[in-house]
C-alpha cells in the first residue's frame, strides 16, 4: 500500500492506459454491430426490387406423351356355367346345412340347461345373457373381469397415475 502512494503518477498512467485499451475494444465491438445491422437491412426485401434466380433454371422438360392402350381381351373360363340342376343340387345341400346346425345349436342348448345345484356349486350363466342393471353387471363375474380388462385398456398409463 506504501509502494502505491509513493509511485502515484506509474498508478495513474496504467490507468489512463487500461481505460484506452477498454474504450478502444468497446468501440470496435460498437462498430462491428453497426456493420451487421447495416449488412442486416440491406438484405430486406424491396417490393420493386426484381427478383431473379441466382443460378440459371434448366427449362422445363415436357413429359412424354400418353399413349391409350387398350387391355387384351379376357380369355374365357374353359369351364361353362353351373346348370339349373346343379345349382339346384347346391342351393338344396346349403339348405340341409343350415338345418343341420340349427338341429346342433337346439340340443346344445338343451344339454346346458341348469342342473341341480349344490350349495358349493358356482352359479354359471349363459354366455348369450346379459344383464341390463349395473348391480347385475357386478354380480356377473365376466361382465367385471371385462371392465377391468377395458379400464386397463383405455384408462390413463400406468407412468402417469
Known amino acids: 500500500m506504501q509502494w502505491i502512494f509513493d509511485h502515484f503518477q506509474i498508478v495513474v498512467i496504467i490507468a489512463v492506459i487500461v481505460g484506452s485499451l477498454a474504450k478502444q475494444f ?22 420493386g426490387e426484381d427478383w431473379e434466380p441466382q443460378y ?65 356349486a358356482k352359479r354359471v350363466k349363459p354366455a348369450g345373457t346379459t344383464s341390463p342393471t349395473l348391480v347385475g353387471a357386478l354380480r356377473d363375474r365376466n361382465q367385471v373381469r371385462r371392465a377391468f380388462v377395458m379400464r386397463e385398456i383405455l384408462g390413463p398409463p400406468v407412468g402417469l397415475r
Open 56 to 120: 440459371p433454371q434448366p427449362a422445363p422438360s415436357v413429359p412424354p406423351p400418353l399413349v391409350r392402350t387398350v387391355p387384351p381381351p379376357l380369355a374365357r373360363s374353359a369351364s361353362p356355367p353351373p346348370l339349373a340342376s346343379e345349382t339346384e343340387a347346391l342351393l338344396k345341400r346349403q339348405q340341409d346345412m343350415q338345418d343341420r346346425l340349427k338341429q346342433i345349436k337346439e340340443a346344445k342348448g338343451y344339454t346346458q340347461a341348469p342342473k341341480m345345484a349344490s350349495p358349493s
Open 26 to 47: 468497446l468501440e470496435a465491438k460498437a462498430a462491428e454491430r453497426r456493420a451487421r445491422e447495416e449488412q442486416d437491412e440491406g438484405d430486406i426485401f424491396d417490393p
